[in-house]
């Protein structure tokens, strides 16, 4: 059975194969191309005979070679699709400057970001070619864009008292960072059979991540449309319900566990200009009752990124 194709092998020195400038290079390629196949080797342990050349054991779609022509001073070599005879196809060149100052992860990314477009503007077969091996590579992955979510709150409305219930919850991306979001929830509470629905629609700066996005922190900002109601025994009938609108502010993170399927967990503190309130009961026996301005509330739940 032939071994899987890789998409990239990266050849190094000995002495940066294993360090941070690999390290660099590898998290600047998944940010760029996605989770694809890829290898750091040596450049001192393999041959060109080992991966070029149809029968050889170590088949990648591109091959990219960086040689430090000075302490500072690097050269990458890309080759596209080195299946092909040797010597059939010259290498793609590029060269690079780096100062003392640069670390090697930030000279690994640089090199790494340098590869990924390096890649890009090969030709298509060097990506899709459907002759030369039996193991499908695929062309780079883009990240999530889009992300839909199910989500359960509970947020504190009254003193002693907290509702409860299921929300859904819609994301776009502009860039990595930045997301707008919409969301939708039924909150219930057993006290006064409160009822709240709320539609809401915000945007969020995800400043903290890893791992290309898969984990993240975030806060955000979003504008609440609310409406409460209760169900009360009363002489005058039950209060009618209101509408309110909420300012809310959010720190969120998220993990993800299974491919694009991320556990999620918000707190929210949101603020309304008036609270609901209401008196009910009989003349002998009447009481009222207000809900706070402020909203704390925590969510948890999943969501999946397309």
């Given amino acids: 059975m032939e071994p899987a194709a890789l998409l990239l092998l990266i050849l190094l020195p000995p002495q940066d194969a294993t ?28 041959t060109p005979a080992m991966w070029q050349g149809e029968n050889a054991h170590m088949r990648a779609r591109f091959v990219a070679r960086v040689v430090w022509e000075q302490e500072d001073r ?18 793609h060149l590029r060269r690079l400057a780096f ?32 002759a030369r091996a039996t193991t499908p590579v695929m062309a780079p992955a883009v990240s999530s864009h889009l992300a839909l979510g199910a989500m359960f709150t509970a947020q504190h409305v009254a003193s002693g008292m907290w509702a409860l219930g299921p929300g859904a919850t819609y994301a776009y991306a502009f860039g990595k960072a930045i997301w707008l979001q919409g969301t939708a929830a039924a909150l219930l509470a057993s006290s006064y059979n409160y009822i709240q629905v709320v539609l809401g629609v915000g945007a969020s700066w995800r400043f903290l991540r890893w791992d290309d996005g898969r984990h993240a922190i975030g806060v955000g900002l ?85």
């Fill in 222 to 306: 979003r504008l609440d449309l609310m409406r409460e109601s209760v169900s009360v025994a009363s002489e005058n009938g039950s209060p009618a319900p209101e509408w309110n609108v909420a300012i809310v502010s959010n720190l969120r993170a998220h993990a993800t566990v299974w491919r694009s399927l991320r556990v999620v967990a918000q707190a929210d503190l949101g603020v309304m200009p008036s609270s609901m309130s209401f008196t009910y009961g009989g003349d002998a026996s009447r009481a009222s009752a207000a809900f706070s301005r402020w909203r704390p509330a925590l969510s948890v739940g999943l969501e999946s990124g397309f």
């Fill in 99 to 130: 100062t003392q100052r640069d670390s090697d992860s930030e000279r690994g990314r640089t090199l790494g970001l340098v590869i990924a477009e390096m890649m890009r503007e090969a030709p298509s077969s060097a990506w899709i070619d459907s």
């Fill in 74 to 91: 690097a050269r990458v070599e890309l080759l596209a699709f080195p299946g092909r005879a040797a010597g059939t196809e010259a290498p």
């Fill in 19 to 46: 360090g941070n400038l690999a390290v660099g290079i590898k998290t600047s390629l998944h940010g760029e191309l996605g989770e694809v196949a890829m290898a750091v080797v040596p450049d001192s342990l393999v």
